[in-house]
């Protein structure tokens, strides 16, 4: 079956810096795969989505990666603030007609001033 | 626009009590519906989901059952809550056809 590993439960990093996160997936490629950001008790809020034909793709200060070869998706933070603090989960789809979706566990961002 | 509501917010349930929370989407019609679970601490475990009324399809056997009587309407329940079933219920929806996911406020539930 699908499986999704966000490598680092938790990463801390100095303001001003650049947050990588990293997802890992098994198994069949997906045909796109999402990042969102979700605040404690909170329900998660989409960031981006990349799809399988695309390289890379930017927001503002946030970029991601998708290597289908590696089965690897990159999420970066640019400049780093506090208000960035918060956990980021991936999201892929499970099945081709994208019914269901399935996310990592979350890395928890920790940004200090 | 679109909006999602669940409710209640909180609940602290007895082991063996029923379960039922609901969730409703204001503002699109026939979306994927979503529930899903979230131990402290840990990732989102997908409970359910649905394409369409009475169309329920469930990826972790358990005590727990899911039912869409409406369009728009998505109900989470169990006959008798164990304490395992403890955790933030976070109720989402998708427009066919489409990839973002929008999740409502969540019910964080103690079972007791």
């Known amino acids: 079956s699908q499986k999704i590993e966000q490598n680092s439960e938790a990463l801390n990093i100095q303001e001003g810096k650049t947050a990588t996160l990293t997802c890992n997936y098994t198994?069949?490629?997906?045909?796109?795969l999402q990042w969102y950001r979700q605040d404690p008790g909170r329900g998660p809020v989409f960031l981006l989505l990349?799809?399988?034909?695309?390289k890379e793709k930017r927001k503002e200060r946030l970029k991601v990666t998708f290597d289908t070869t590696l089965k690897q998706s990159l999420f970066h933070i640019t400049a780093s603030q506090p208000a960035d603090s918060a956990t980021y989960l991936c999201?892929?789809?499970?099945?081709?007609?994208?019914?269901?979706?399935?996310f990592g566990s979350g890395t928890r961002l920790s940004i200090r001033p | 626009s679109q909006t999602i509501h669940q409710w209640p917010a909180t609940l602290v349930q007895p082991v063996g009590s029923p379960l039922s929370l609901e969730c409703t989407v204001e503002?699109?019609?026939?979306?994927?519906l979503y529930w899903y679970r979230q131990a402290a601490g840990r990732g989102l475990q997908l409970l359910f989901y649905?394409?369409?009324?009475?169309?329920i399809s469930s990826e972790v056997p358990q005590n727990l059952s899911a039912s869409r009587p409406q369009d728009r309407q998505f109900i989470l329940s169990s006959k008798k809550l164990l304490l395992s079933d403890s955790g933030f219920y976070l109720c989402?929806?998708?427009?066919?056809?489409?990839?973002?996911?929008?999740f409502g406020p969540g019910t964080r539930l103690t079972v007791l």
């Open positions: 989402a929806w998708r427009r066919t056809g489409d990839n973002e996911q929008f």
């Open positions: 503002g699109t019609s026939n979306p994927n």
């Open positions: 999201a892929l789809d499970m099945d081709s007609s994208a019914s269901k979706i399935i």
């Open positions: 990349i799809r399988e034909n695309e």
């Open positions: 198994n069949y490629s997906p045909a796109y």
């Open positions: 649905s394409v369409g009324i009475g169309q």
